[in-house]
């Protein structure tokens, strides 16, 4: 069946931008590429794809060698049945960079992306120059303590579907060809510019989620957070430089980012929700720049 949305189309919308697949880790991810200078790569998060960054990439694509990375599980990426660990996630990007024959690279994740990304800069720190960390750090055991309830009178989002991720199978049955409900609650509710996602961008995440395995698999990312903070407990501080930047997220990124970084430069953008790549593209964008030079 021919994609509404393909990779193929979308590409074309995005001046000197190319698509690519890459076979690593016994995976083949699907990354997109433009621009030269310092090689920067970049990793959406959920329920999001390379399109995340669509705002951002010209931009960036004037200073760097810009690579935007579908992690497996992801859009055209494969859906493995296991290795959704971020520490075995971090492991594709490693081989993926020595394909490209990159030496060091900066990385940049959003989402679960920032959890990838943050965990190769633990287990791969000679491969990385600089880390960006966008609205979100990596998971750890305070993730045990989110309320199972949402708090009464709380500005507080409650976050149900960290919840209703870890269940097996169920999220398959009830969301196959309609996971455009979750997509839109979530986009309607971790922004504050409604305009700034629009119809088209939500049409591409549906798509992109809208299959029992893809939902299968997005799910797993989550399904592997007891995983990932017993490893994160291992982790030493980072050393290189790292830089967060928050939208609804930067109060989290404040008191998280401080104890696992000597590095560190936070930035906040006002008047945004979680999803800053798509509300404050110029913003995110000039921050990024400053910071890798």
């Known amino acids: 069946m021919e994609l509404q949305y393909s990779d193929v189309e979308l590409i074309k919308k995005i001046p000197n931008f190319s698509n690519h697949f890459a076979v690593v880790n016994d995976t083949t991810l699907h990354y997109v590429s433009g621009g030269h200078g310092e090689p920067l790569l970049l990793i959406p998060g959920y329920p999001e794809t390379w ?28 859906k493995p049945e296991s290795g959704y660990d971020k520490k075995n996630m971090a492991k594709d990007i490693h081989e ?4 490209l024959n990159f030496e060091t690279v900066n990385i940049a994740g959003h989402d679960i992306g920032a959890h990838v990304a943050f965990s190769f800069a633990s287990n791969y720190p000679d491969f990385i120059s600089k880390l960006i960390l966008l609205d979100t750090p ?7 303590k989110l309320p199972m309830l949402p708090i009464p009178g709380s500005h507080y989002t409650y976050p149900w579907w960290l919840a209703f991720n870890q269940v097996k199978d169920l999220p398959e049955q009830l969301l196959d060809g309609r996971m455009s409900i979750i997509i839109s609650w979530l986009f309607d509710h971790l922004i504050v510019d409604k305009k700034a996602i629009t119809d088209f961008d939500k049409a591409i995440y549906t798509q992109a989620y809208d299959s029992k395995e893809a939902i ?39 008191n998280v980012l401080p104890q696992i970084a000597n590095n560190l430069q ?19 964008a000039d921050f990024i720049i400053k910071f890798i030079g």
């Not at 960054?53 to 859009?75: D, S």
Request: proline share 5%.
């Open 51 to 78: 399109w995340a960054y669509h705002k951002v990439m010209p931009i960036l694509a004037e200073k760097y060698h810009v690579i935007v990375v579908e992690m497996r599980g992801m859009g055209s990426s494969d």
């Open 96 to 99: 993926l960079i020595k394909i």
């Open 138 to 144: 990596h998971p750890d055991a305070g993730m045990y």
């Open 216 to 254: 299968r698999a997005s799910n797993s990312w989550y399904q592997a957070f007891p995983q990932d903070i017993s490893d994160y407990s291992t982790y030493n501080k980072i050393e290189i430089p790292v830089l967060g930047i928050g939208g609804s997220g930067y109060n989290l990124l404040e």
């Open 266 to 284: 936070l930035q906040k953008i006002n008047d945004c929700g979680h999803f800053l790549l798509a509300e404050k593209p110029n913003e995110t």
